[in-house]
């Protein structure tokens, strides 16, 4: 199978060691398990570190200032909002099921077909009228090469603002696997994915956009395809769907008109906060698509303190982003480019995130020892001469 190169934990860059000890502490349970295939999103129920983790992004400042027995009642009421499932095929010869099925919640139904004449990743939404979108930055090797595609499978009734709902969709879309037609007799890959639900291109968004967003990771393997010898045959395809129950991470709106907020504030617990900003010119102003982290007010302090005290052995907390920026096909090397930065405190933020205009990113947020995680899909249109044909959709899950 491909080697997983994306998969791995990011590099940091130096700390102080007892920051470096902190954090490995903190990475190692949390993300190590990515780079050997491991579903994403699956940290919430791997150790009891993972789920300190998982708790921790589902509580409140104040929460997290509360006793050890309110702690207790935190953590399980973020399990219960943190919804992870698994689908699983997996055959050979005659033997198991050809496909499998998941929820995914408020949403719909994502389906994994393995046939020898037939692998697909299929999403079947509830409803037709709102706009449902799965993006996919697919992973393949190909004639020898690690390679990456952004893939979008999307699934609406009306296809434009103008659109008088006969130039949409089937009820049901989706992506192959497969890099040949008919389907190669042996191939592997793996993918990262955000799904996500808004109303649909005919219309306003206003603040109805109410659906958590969900990530996804996906692997596949089969080989033996072209033989005829059917005992010989074999696939396996898995995907993950993680979804935060109670938040939605994102920014949608259709129309320059459009009252949907141009930007939210999402609050990260111990770890600060995060902020989206997807917005159009305003009198004259450049317009602003980004994603922007600021650490605790605790934090910033000690911060501050740190770059006062004369003693060069004083760093501090460390607190940056490291950000895989996945935009069009090809090249891994090429079309994965990477970008780290530290919190400026004069700036009192860390550098801002630059939402692609048509793409993904995978953020990794470190505050402290504290890690977050991201997966956002982007498209935007800022400078179309018609207004109302100017949107924003963004979406983020937790990973």
Same mark, same amino acid.
């Given at each position: 199978m491909m080697h997983h190169r994306c998969t791995d934990h990011p590099r940091? $860059?130096?700390?102080?060691?007892?920051?470096?000890?902190?954090?490995?502490?903190v990475l190692l349970p949390l993300l190590g398990g990515l780079g050997g295939g491991a579903a994403a999103g699956a940290d919430g129920t791997l150790s009891p570190a993972a789920q300190a983790h998982a708790s921790s992004e589902a509580t409140t400042d104040a929460t997290s200032a509360a006793s050890a027995t309110d702690g207790a009642s935190a953590r399980t009421a973020a399990r219960r909002d943190l919804r992870t499932s698994t689908l699983l095929v997996r055959w050979r010869g005659n033997r198991g099921e050809r496909q499998d099925s998941v929820t995914v919640p408020g949403i719909g139904v994502l389906t994994a077909v393995c046939r020898p004449n037939n692998t697909i990743l299929r999403l079947r939404p509830y409803h037709r009228s709102p706009e449902t979108q799965m993006w996919l930055a697919k992973h393949q090797n190909k004639r020898?090469?690690?390679?990456?595609?952004?893939?979008?499978v999307r699934i609406y009734r009306y296809a434009t603002a103008d659109d008088d709902g006969t130039g949409g969709t089937g009820k049901q879309a989706h992506e192959g696997l497969n890099r040949a037609t008919p389907v190669e007799g042996r191939s592997s890959g793996f993918a990262h994915g955000v799904i996500s639900q808004r109303r649909g291109r005919q219309a306003e968004v206003g603040r109805s956009n109410t659906l958590p967003v969900s990530s996804l990771y996906l692997e596949w393997y089969w080989e033996?395809?072209? $033989?005829?010898? =059917?005992?010989?045959?074999?696939?396996? @395809?898995?995907?993950?769907?993680?979804?935060?129950?109670?938040?939605v991470l994102g920014l949608s709106w259709h129309g320059e008109d459009d009252g949907a907020p141009r930007r939210q504030v999402v609050d990260l617990g111990?770890?600060? !906060? =995060? $902020?989206?900003?997807?917005?159009? !010119?305003?009198?004259? !102003?450049?317009? @602003?698509q980004e994603v922007t982290f600021y650490p605790s007010e605790e934090t910033a302090a000690a911060i501050a303190e740190a770059l006062a005290d004369e003693d060069p052995d004083t760093d501090g907390p460390w607190v940056g982003t490291y950000v895989e920026r996945i935009e069009a096909e090809g090249d891994v090397r090429d079309h994965v480019v990477v970008e780290e930065a530290e919190y400026d405190p004069v700036a009192g933020l860390v550098p801002p995130v630059q939402l692609p205009e048509n793409g993904m990113l995978r953020i990794w947020y470190y505050a402290d020892g504290a890690v977050r995680t991201l997966i956002v899909s982007s498209y935007w249109i800022v400078n179309d001469t018609d207004p109302a044909l100017n949107l924003c959709e963004?979406?983020?899950?937790r990973f």
């Open positions: 940091r $860059r130096p700390a102080a060691p007892g920051v470096v000890a902190l954090v490995l502490a020898g090469k690690d390679t990456v595609a952004v893939k979008t033996g395809f072209r $033989r005829k010898d =059917v005992k010989r045959q074999y696939c396996r @395809v898995k995907a993950t769907v993680t979804t935060r129950t109670d938040e111990a770890a600060g !906060s =995060v $902020r989206f900003t997807c917005r159009e !010119s305003v009198d004259g !102003s450049d317009p @602003v963004v979406a983020a899950a």
